[in-house]
């Protein structure tokens, strides 16, 4: 049993449920709906054992490291990371219909890292072997997944105020009744970014304190600080929004996909246009 | 002078808006995108090549090349924090106010504004259920304040009014990050220096203006060394480094790699590049194919070193790691191009590790490559920033303060005893479903008394 081969099973297991998930849009059967976070729930069972496995791998190569040093790894642990973000939110709140807008993004990763990336175990560069590494990514990916939530909410959020203003000149949508009020998937949004924002916080500080451990310049505005920032501030943006008269609902819902738009720019987009010291997206 | 008055109460409402704060950081997050776009620093030639003169014009008159430096840059910042600063001044006498003088009566205006709040017959008199309603909540809640008013008891009781300041936790945090960042820039700096194996300075150059900083003490790199994966990657760079401070070693050789630097008097070296100081020295033998002693050679690189058979021998280049070029072969090589005294020169390839490798060239003489002397320099960034603890205050304090502003709440209970009637209501300031389920147990189990 390797760890490539549990990977494309994962990738597998998120595709189902992604279909499931849809099928319980056109159905409104909660056991279908049930099925479908089963599936995405065995897929990241399966997934969990993979990354392990994988760093076990790594040891066994005796190039021993975390499996979050390149392009293609930190794919695969940012689709983990967002089931991991909407399990929580599936368990707690029950709402399984945002499943369908949130398992394509994991699927998306997956299937993106299984077809497009060199899944190579690459031995560590000196600049990354730190314990930083591991502090560093995990929290900004548990907060880039919990952006990548909130922003499935809040487009479900603007299809939903749109069918709740059209009300009454058209019949209700039969897919679109299915979601959650308008009310409960703006506190959903606010709920999910509650979790990014001190995540990616935390990220920002820890990867500003492994600059200044490894280089002596906790902040040097290289393109990925700066982009970190600026989703930062997106979302502070965000934050300060929701507290003020004419800011709330739509204009909230807008800045929370703006903010994963920006996130994931200065988290591909950042690699594949502009240069810096992150360089792990070259080419993986 | 109602004019002036109205003027200054107008801007200082204009500092005091969210609608501010929400503009300064959408602007902030706008323009920090054109340092990630425009190179920072002196432009390259290559990149000037790429735009036109005037388009050149223009950036360097807005401070495109070095952006967040830039005036309106700081101007930002500055205005950011005016607001944080005035949106505090505004709202902490309030929120001190709710937490220092709180309603410790519920009246009816209070119990209509309630989201929670519930009714029960009770049987006894007032004092005795008072006092039945104050162990209830130092048991179930935490301990009340009883007020009396015309024959009525009300109870008061809160928990975590102190989150109410999580939000200002963070703002001062910024705050003092600022602080910080500005301290580094004006008692700190960045530099670089540059040392030959064997050799030590006392001298650094500022990265920025280049001019040289004396460091106070003597730092001597003692030996430099690379080590390499099996895929020929390189693993690790290492300086062995030794402080000498009023002529006496007080660090002494310490082995210093990326990420895990050389601190001395508030002093930080970083082990940063490295390349080589001086000609190289090659150490080469050779020996005739028909058998005999070999003969050693040394030679620098690109020298022509006569043979013994006559003709001469030249090293044209060399590689510390061949397996990137040769994946079948590991461990140090050079290339050699082999001169006799008639006919067409040669080419081998000689590795230190594969002495014998040189035979199957079928040549009369055969080559073996037995090491190489070379000096290197190590590169280390040296940094000193006395701003860099407040600035981990700071950063510390905005972590606390967030968790305190998202995650606790400030919880309100009150109980109005009355004659054989009880009514309890409550509120949050955030988090209202949660505290909403906590209200119906305490409820339920008030009901049960």
């Known amino acids: 049993m390797s ?7 994962t990738t597998f297991a998120y595709l189902i449920s992604m279909v499931v998930f849809f099928a319980f849009l056109a159905s409104k059967n909660k056991a279908v709906g049930l099925a479908g976070s089963l599936t995405a729930f065995a897929g990241f069972a399966i997934q969990t054992v993979a990354i392990l496995l994988r760093w076990k791998e790594s040891y066994d190569m005796g190039r021993g490291h975390a499996p979050l040093s390149n392009l293609y790894e930190s794919v695969v642990f940012f689709a983990w990371t967002i089931v991991l973000i909407f399990g929580i939110l599936d368990i707690k709140y029950k709402y399984r219909v945002i499943g369908a807008f949130v398992v394509p993004f994991a699927l998306l990763g997956m299937a993106w890292a299984q077809l497009g990336l060199d899944s190579g175990i690459q031995p560590l560069v000196p600049a990354l072997q730190s314990n930083w590494l591991l502090y560093h990514v995990i929290t900004c990916f548990l907060g880039y997944a919990a952006f990548a939530v909130a922003c499935g909410i809040s487009i479900m959020y603007l299809i939903k105020v749109r069918q709740e203003e059209s009300e009454g000149t058209s019949p209700a949508g039969g897919i679109i009744a299915t979601f959650p009020s308008s009310k409960i998937l703006d506190d959903l949004n606010y709920k999910a970014i509650m979790v990014g924002f001190p995540l990616l916080t935390i990220g920002i500080i820890t990867g500003a304190a492994w600059a200044n451990y490894a280089w002596g310049t906790y902040w040097s505005w290289d393109p990925k600080e700066t982009w970190s920032l600026i989703v930062w501030f997106v979302y502070a943006a965000f934050l300060h929004a929701r507290i003020t008269r004419g800011w709330v609902g739509k204009k909230a819902a807008v800045l929370s996909i703006v903010g994963f738009a920006s996130t994931i720019f200065c988290y591909l987009g950042v690699n594949l246009f502009l240069s810096g010291l992150h360089s792990y997206g070259g080419g993986g | 002078m109602t004019t002036n008055k109205s003027f200054a109460t107008s801007l200082w409402d204009f500092f005091c808006s969210l609608k501010l704060s929400i503009f ?4 902030l997050a706008v323009t920090s995108i054109i340092g990630t776009v425009i190179p920072q620093g002196p432009p390259p030639p290559e990149y000037l090549q790429t735009i036109s003169e005037t388009k050149f014009l223009v950036y360097q008159k807005l401070g495109f090349f070095d952006m967040y430096h830039s005036w309106w840059f700081i101007a930002l910042l500055y205005l950011l924090t005016l607001n944080l600063i005035a949106c505090s001044i505004k709202r902490l006498p309030r929120v001190w106010k709710i937490i220092s003088e709180p309603t410790l009566v519920m009246d009816s205006g209070l119990e209509r504004s309630l989201t929670c709040t519930r009714q029960f017959k009770m049987a006894g008199d007032a004092a005795t259920n008072r006092d039945r309603m104050v162990a209830f909540l130092k048991a179930e809640f935490t301990e009340p304040v009883v007020t009396e008013t015309d024959g009525e008891f009300h109870l008061f009781a809160q928990k ?6 999580g939000v200002y936790v963070v703002h001062s945090s910024i705050i003092i990050i600022f602080i910080g960042a500005i301290l580094g820039s004006l008692f700190g700096y960045k ?9 030590g300075t006392s001298t650094a150059y500022n990265t920025r203006t280049e001019q040289p900083i004396d460091l106070g003490f003597t730092i001597k790199c003692e030996d430099f060394s ?16 030794t402080i000498i401070d009023n002529g006496k070693p007080v660090i002494e050789r310490r082995p210093t790699i990326v990420n895990s630097p050389l601190s001395y008097k508030g002093i930080t070296f970083y082990q940063s590049s490295y390349g080589p100081a001086g000609d190289p020295i090659f150490y080469l ?3 005739k194919r028909a058998g005999g002693e070999p003969v050693k050679i040394t030679a620098r690189q690109g020298e022509r070193v006569s043979l013994p058979t006559g003709g001469f021998v030249r090293v044209m280049d060399y590689a510390p790691e061949v397996r990137s070029a040769m994946p079948q072969f590991s461990g140090p090589a050079a290339r050699l191009e082999i001169v006799p005294p008639a006919g067409a020169p040669q080419y081998a390839l000689v590795l230190k590790d594969y002495p014998d490798f040189d035979a199957q060239r079928g040549g009369d003489l055969i080559f073996a490559y037995e090491g190489v002397d070379e000096k290197q320099y190590t590169g280390l960034q040296v940094a000193k920033d006395p701003g860099v603890l407040v600035v981990w205050t700071g950063c510390t304090l905005m972590v606390v303060g967030i968790f305190i502003a998202f995650f606790l709440s400030h919880r309100r209970i009150w109980i109005r005893v009355s004659k054989g009637e009880v009514t309890i209501g409550g509120t949050a300031n955030r988090n209202q479903p949660a505290f ?13 008394q």
Do not use: C, H, M, W
């Not at chain 2, 300064?24 to 602007?27: M, N, V």
């Not at chain 2, 909403?436 to 049960?448: G, P, S, V, Y």
């Open chain 1, 3 to 9: 760890s490539s081969l549990l990977f494309n099973i």
């Open chain 2, 24 to 27: 300064l950081l959408i602007a």
């Open chain 2, 160 to 165: 975590g009014a102190y989150s109410r300041f």
């Open chain 2, 191 to 199: 530099a670089f220096v540059s040392i030959v194996e064997g050799t």
């Open chain 2, 226 to 241: 690379v080590s390499y994966y099996d895929t020929g990657a390189p693993k690790e760079f290492k300086s062995i480094l």
């Open chain 2, 285 to 287: 033998s050779v020996r």
């Open chain 2, 436 to 448: 909403q389920l906590r209200f119906d147990a305490l409820a339920d189990k008030l009901k049960q």
